[in-house]
């Protein structure tokens, strides 16, 4: 199992219209290519009006390959740039991306 992560700090008072943005035009073609989105996370577990929230959202792929696929549809997808270039910096600070595996598949995911 291999974990891609988009942690994004929202504006203020922007947080619960950036995920409701990030699920109408960004979640439906991430799950295209082949990702499960597992968790939508908000810190602090309220949204904030005066200050910024912290967003998880945490997608699933069954395996390498299918990481590899999804990144590789995405590059060719327009919309993807379009959301991340022009539609979500209007609710945004910051965002990161990271993809996670467990430490005990390492070895086996190193294996190609």
Request: proline letters at 6%; a negative charge; aromatic letters at 10%.
């Amino acid at each position: 199992m291999i974990w891609i992560v988009d942690e994004v700090e929202t504006k203020p008072g922007m947080g619960a219209a950036f995920l409701d943005a990030y699920m109408t035009h960004y979640a439906p073609g991430n799950e295209a290519r082949g990702l499960k989105l597992v968790h939508r996370m908000v810190e602090p577990a309220m949204w904030l009006d005066d200050a910024p929230n912290r967003l998880l959202l945490v997608w699933q792929a069954d395996h390498a390959g299918a990481v590899w696929t999804a990144k590789h549809r995405a590059r060719g997808d327009a919309a993807v740039a379009r959301w991340w270039n022009e539609q979500a910096p209007p609710f945004i600070l910051s965002r990161r991306r990271g993809t996670y595996a467990p430490a005990e598949a390492l070895e086996a995911l190193a294996d190609v």
